[in-house]
């Protein structure tokens, strides 16, 4: 969750992020979960059935402005589906572990006091 924050914060650009907060976007986006019924619809096309809770642009929404609200070129992924298409936004193994030995560090120091 906090690389999502610091991505959104420090690498998106500021009219995508306005974009992703904008009341258009957010209705947009709660119909497309409801037609998708909150799942995965890469993992339905390959057999499996997985919960999702992204919306994700087929064709990126920086390159196709135009199309950033057709609810055709929106889907319902999961997180991992999600990461494979934009694998720039995604954790590395070495991030998953240090955030599990900092949650880890954390804890513990919870525990002395």
């Given at each position: 969750m906090a690389k999502h924050?610091?991505?959104?914060?420090?690498?998106?650009?500021?009219?995508?992020?306005?974009?992703?907060?904008?009341?258009?976007?957010?209705?947009?986006?709660?119909?497309?979960?409801?037609?998708?019924?909150?799942?995965?619809?890469?993992?339905?096309?390959?057999?499996?059935?997985?919960?999702?809770?992204?919306?994700?642009?087929i064709k990126h929404l920086e390159e196709y402005p135009d199309l950033a609200l057709d609810i055709d070129n929106l889907e319902t992924i999961c997180r991992p589906c999600h990461n494979n298409e934009h694998p720039e936004k995604a954790y590395t193994k070495k991030e998953k572990q240090q955030r599990k030995i900092n949650a880890i560090k954390v804890k513990a120091n919870k525990e002395i006091y």
């Open positions: 924050r610091y991505y959104d914060k420090y690498k998106r650009n500021k009219e995508a992020r306005a974009f992703y907060k904008s009341a258009a976007w957010l209705n947009c986006r709660k119909i497309v979960l409801i037609r998708d019924t909150y799942l995965c619809q890469e993992c339905l096309r390959k057999g499996k059935i997985t919960a999702a809770n992204t919306v994700h642009h």
